[in-house]
């Protein structure tokens, strides 16, 4: 008997080798039975590539399209990149993608892949989806904040004719193995669908090259580029894949691999000498998706592939063809300082389940080997048993506003797959009642559902608000746009620009001396000379303001003729200044759609124009203000009472003595607490502001979050805010 559906059916060759094929038949039929359905099934096995073309053929966009989630941007990108060639459609038409500030999708797209931050707003303008039939959360494992809040929100999906939806919505919620039952509990027991899937032994060695002390620092690069080499040398073919932390230590062991394997002497080194060269690749999310490309093709024969990726690859990619995993143990992560009140990435030891996971991924063509660059003290003693979901670890503002703008109100007692602490909560609502997106009922104000539709941090989009009430948003818009973009100045030395270049060459002439001479004698006169022009464009802006200096470099890349080769010429990545242009442009599209509304608020300025730009970073910075203290140090103001000391990369570095007042955009902590880009301030500016940071009690806070609040009930707790006031001062006075 055929299938009618076999007929038509388009699929490559390849995708009918995944283990999900087999089962696609049941999948489409529990998808059309049930409301909601866990999936699950090993990484690699096809259930993002896949499920959404099967659901796509089966009909089940008739009455919408079906949407997918991923946790990060490049997934949400390579994935619909993927699906849309495997399908034979051009991208942005029935399958489409959408992550921040890059829409490629049309009226027509159908499979739509975003990332659940995209979900997340979508659900902003319409609670019900109407738009879509099936809506698919992916990655439901790396418990994401938003994931998470998502799935708390869908938990509860429009049925049946309510708000104008014809048929009730279907959630699918996928996951790699862990935590399945948990989440069928949570959607009411709903069916979960495993795919079974066979995976080969990974052999797990613990190599010994750094133990608990070196739990701290950068000792782990270098160990993971003497395993990865270790094993090109020592084993038989097969690709390696890498597990490094972030952009800039990838990059700069891809330039030490790229050193050493150069130096390897072929004729005596290698055992199996069916592997000569080295291909190192690179793979972390602001990567062009050109050169990400290039991770999936196979390397050329007598060529072994060693990809140096972040956490990425442990999940939400699959390369095929690896055999051997190099595990440096650790993680970049968003995690809340309590030290200095704020979100900061840290490098830090990864649970012993992502180990397992890591390791999981050289066995699933053929078994494989994982080395662990730790020892077993390490695995011991510094590595948790499982990661701690992001919403039990971070900063919750935007959620909680969004929260709120969505009408719930109680947010203590949302469902949450696992609940955050109180304290943030509360951290959360203070901060929103500090930027007066919430007043003291736990109300949305005018201000915080202006604030909400702005896929900025609440700071930023407050001054950005600012700005626009005094009618001057051509100063705030574009540095809006440069904080919202990757890091747009080119330092040499930190890692090469053009790796691509790099990395064919290395594969193709692995001896060719004077190209790498080249390179590398070129270092620290470039170094040098991007120092100097950096310090120009400071210069040029009044060299002691960096916000100013980024509108500075906005607007004279802009006005120039030839704006690729003006950022060549000051060491800018042009790639990064091109998103910040575009960004500026759709934030101005926000803007301009929300200045229509009556109640988009106008203001008159006093003061000089010079300082513009600065009193409406303060509307938002407010929180992030630090006084000189002694020396070179500075003490914040927001009850923390912190040091602080200016990052050498800011145009103010060096000049801390001139200075009295500053606020500051964001934070890195190494030995010390540095603040990144700086800008002084007059007190006077923030004066107003400051007593807003120690109003609020959490008390108040506590109540206002779990219900609604009488006004009988608010004056009484004023009455008591007062009486204890009174007393303290009374304390104070004897
Ligand atoms: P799962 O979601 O179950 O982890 P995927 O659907 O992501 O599995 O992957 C299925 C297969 O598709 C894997 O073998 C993977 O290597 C392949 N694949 C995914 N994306 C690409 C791509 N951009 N290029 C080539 N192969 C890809
Ligand atoms: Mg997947």
């Known amino acids: 008997m055929t299938n009618p559906e076999e007929s038509s059916w388009t699929g490559d060759v390849e995708s009918k080798l995944l283990p999900i094929y087999q089962h696609r038949h049941k999948l489409i039929e529990a998808v059309k039975e049930n409301q909601f359905l866990v999936v699950t099934g090993e990484t690699g096995s096809g259930k993002t590539t896949q499920l959404p073309q099967y659901l796509y053929k089966a009909g089940l966009c008739r009455d919408g399209k079906i949407g997918l989630t991923q946790p990060r941007r490049v997934a949400a990108i390579t994935v619909a990149q993927r699906v849309s060639q495997e399908m034979g459609v051009s991208l942005g038409h029935q399958v489409g993608y959408q992550v921040r500030f890059d829409d490629c999708t049309t009226k027509d797209t159908l499979v739509k892949y975003m990332t659940d931050g995209c979900m997340l707003r979508e659900i902003l303008t319409d609670r019900s989806l109407r738009q879509y ?103 038989a073919a097969g690709d390696i894949l890498v597990f490094l932390t972030g952009q800039s230590e990838i990059e700069k062991a891809c330039d030490m691999l790229f050193e ?105 063509t053929s078994p494989g080997k994982c080395f662990r660059i730790y020892n077993k003290e390490f695995w011991e003693k510094c590595m948790p048993e499982y990661t701690v979901p992001e919403i039990q670890r971070t900063s919750l503002t935007s959620v909680i506003l969004t929260l709120k703008c969505l009408g719930v ?126 310090r120009e464009l400071a210069a040029r802006a009044g060299g002691s303001n960096d916000f100013l200096m980024l509108l500075c470099i906005f607007e004279k890349c802009r006005a120039s003729e030839n704006p690729s080769a003006w950022s060549k010429d000051h060491w800018i990545h042009w790639r990064a200044l091109k998103s910040a242009f575009s960004v500026e442009t759709q934030l101005k599209e926000i803007l301009f759609r929300l200045k229509q509304r009556k109640d988009f608020p106008q203001e008159t300025f006093k003061g000089s124009k010079s300082e513009l730009l600065r009193q409406c970073l303060c509307q938002g ?63 006077d500016w923030v004066e107003g502001l400051l007593p807003k940071l120690h109003e609020i009690d959490v008390y108040d806070l506590s109540n206002v979050a779990r219900e609604e609040v009488t006004d009988e009930e608010m004056a009484r707790w004023e009455k008591k805010r007062v009486a204890q006031k009174q007393m303290e001062t009374n304390e104070d006075a004897s």
């Open 133 to 235: 039939s099936v809506v698919i959360l992916d990655e439901v494992h790396e418990r994401s904040l938003n994931t998470d809040i998502l799935l708390g929100l869908l938990k509860k999906t429009p049925s049946r004719g309510c708000h104008g939806r014809t048929l009730p919505l279907k959630v699918v919620v996928m996951s790699a193995t862990l935590e399945t039952d948990k989440l069928s509990v949570f959607l009411g027991d709903c069916p979960v669908f495993a795919i079974p899937g066979r995976t080969y032994p990974v052999k797990e060695l613990f190599c010994n090259l750094i133990g608990p002390k070196e739990k701290e620092g950068s000792a782990y690069v270098k160990a993971v580029v003497k395993m990865a080499l270790d094993v090109h040398t020592n084993e």
């Open 260 to 364: 050493k394997a150069e130096s390897i002497d072929y004729r005596y080194d290698v055992n199996d000498r069916t592997v000569e060269g080295l291909l190192i690749l690179p793979l972390y999310g602001s990567m062009p998706t050109d050169q990400q490309k290039q991770i999936f093709q196979p390397a050329p024969a007598g060529v072994r592939k060693c990809v140096v990726a972040t956490n990425i690859a442990a999940t939400s990619l699959t390369i095929n063809g690896v055999r051997y995993i190099v595990d440096s143990g650790f993680v970049k992560q968003l995690n809340h300082n309590s030290r200095v009140g704020l979100d900061i990435l840290d490098v830090v030891p990864i649970s012993k389940s992502e180990a397992q996971q890591r390791a999981g991924r050289a066995g699933r």
């Open 409 to 534: 109100h109680d947010v203590i007692r949302f469902p949450y797959l696992d609940h955050p602490e109180e304290r943030f909560i509360l951290d959360a609502l203070k901060k929103l009642y500090q930027f007066d997106a919430i007043d003291r009922k736990g109300n949305v104000t005018t201000l915080g559902r202006l604030m909400v539709e702005f896929p900025l941090p609440p700071g930023l989009t407050r001054a950005l608000l600012k700005s626009a009430a005094l009618g001057c948003e051509e100063v705030m818009l574009p540095v809006a746009a440069m904080l919202s973009v990757e890091n747009i100045f080119i330092r040499p030395g930190c890692h090469f620009s053009n790796r691509t270049v790099i990395t064919v060459i290395t594969t193709i002439l692995i001896t060719v001396h004077t190209f790498l001479y080249f390179v590398h004698k070129g270092l620290p006169e470039k170094q040098k000379e991007a120092e100097i022009m950096h």
């Open 621 to 683: 910075y407010f929180t992030n203000v630090a006084r000189r203290s002694f020396g070179k140090a500075f003490c914040t103001m927001d009850g923390h009472g912190s040091t602080v000391h200016i990052h050498p990369s800011s145009s103010l570095f060096g000049q801390e003595a001139q200075l009295d007042w500053i606020i500051f955009h964001d934070v890195l902590v190494t030995s010390r607490v540095y603040v990144r880009t700086v800008c002084p301030i007059r007190y």
